[in-house]
């Protein structure tokens, strides 16, 4: 807490360098199915751009070539190379199809082959890591009690992360790894207090049930509602920068039109905290998962460490936050100013 309170006063009063905010940062690691929707690459946008996010990892958890090869794309664009991929397997090369309203456009293979580069160039999805080996890795090399992970898509990757044992990287198992590293696992999905939620159902429920009821330790939930509520990415389709490519992803997506916040308004939470915009939605309790992918809140006064989140201010307010937010770090790259 006290280290938390230093940091924001080192990093606002702007007296010190970036040199002295980023090494206190909050060390993350994103889990997104950057595929389907677009509000992932407005979520990644947020994290790269975000003074107090050191960004360890991006794992992907939806097996389209298209969705890591975007990813490396946007890191590269937001000079953010050297943040590591991971993707789960086997690899295809399926690309978005709106099948199921014929509204919205695809956007990962265009942003992965307009803006090819970072570590993983057009072509090369398959030398993207295996995501519970760089979650290893990448959880083994950080200070203890130091990580937070942002879950914004389907749960392979961290029900492996579950599941995994010892290796080069760590004697640990994925459980005692998790408890040691982990501070907080924030994960946009389901339904408050219950629901039945894309994410949640749209891959494979059961690992979605394995994560949600065997994870130890603080979880914070952002539900359909919450996103689903919020409007963003009108401004910076109008008044973005030009070359850049979550603005253009947006644009081939939506073709202008705003889009839902699910994934941004759960990473400004994991940046941020509950701040002026959030309050939790409980005092106790925790989330169950049903095999079939619905949730439903069990109100059990022993469980403290989980809670879902609501606005504590309009949605307007909101939607006004992230759109802020977007254009300053997209234009942040392009001024050189940093943000
Ligand atoms: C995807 O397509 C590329 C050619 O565009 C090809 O080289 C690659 O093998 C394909 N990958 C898969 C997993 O089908
Ligand atoms: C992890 O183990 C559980 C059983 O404990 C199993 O149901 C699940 O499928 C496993 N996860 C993965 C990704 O294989
Ligand atoms: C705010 O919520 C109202 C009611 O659900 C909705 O009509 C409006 O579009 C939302 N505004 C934004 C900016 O998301
Ligand atoms: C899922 O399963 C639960 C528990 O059996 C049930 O209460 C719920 O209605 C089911 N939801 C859906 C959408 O089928
Ligand atoms: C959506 O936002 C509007 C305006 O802030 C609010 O009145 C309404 O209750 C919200 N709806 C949900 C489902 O949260
Ligand atoms: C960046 O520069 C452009 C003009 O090149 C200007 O329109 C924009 O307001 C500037 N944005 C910021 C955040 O400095
Ligand atoms: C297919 C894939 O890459 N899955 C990863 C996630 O979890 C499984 C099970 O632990 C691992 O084998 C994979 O590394």
Known sequence: MMRNLVL??????????AAFCEPLAKNLIIDTDLFSDVDDS?????AVTSPAVNLLAVNINYPSTYSA????????????AHVPIGIRRPLTNESFFDSWAFDLGEYASKVAYR???????WGSAGEAWDPVTLYRKVLAEAEDGSVTIASIGFFENLSGLLNSTADSYSDLDGPSLIAEKVTELVVMGG???SGYEFNFWGDNPLLTAHVVNNWKGPMVFSGTELGGNVTSG?????RGPPGDPVRQAYIWYTYGTPRFSWDPLTVLYTVNGLGSLFEYGNKYGYNYVHPNGSN?????EAVTDRHWLKMAVSNTTVAGELDRLYL????????????
């Not at 407005?42 to 947020?46: R, T, V």
């Not at 090869?69 to 953010?80: F, G, Q, T």
């Not at 300053?328 to 943000?339: F, Q």
């Open 296 to 300: 439903e809140w069990v109100y059990d």
């Open 234 to 238: 009108g401004p910076l389709m109008s």
């Open 115 to 121: 803006y090819s580069g970072g570590s993983l160039p």
């Open 8 to 17: 924001w006063t080192a990093c606002f009063s702007r007296l010190w360098t």
């Open 69 to 80: 090869l975007a990813a490396s794309a946007i890191l590269a664009h937001y000079d953010h």
């Open 328 to 339: 300053e770090g997209a234009w942040s790259v392009v001024n050189g100013t940093s943000v």
């Open 42 to 46: 407005g979520a990644l946008l947020l």
């Open 191 to 193: 339904g408050y207090p």
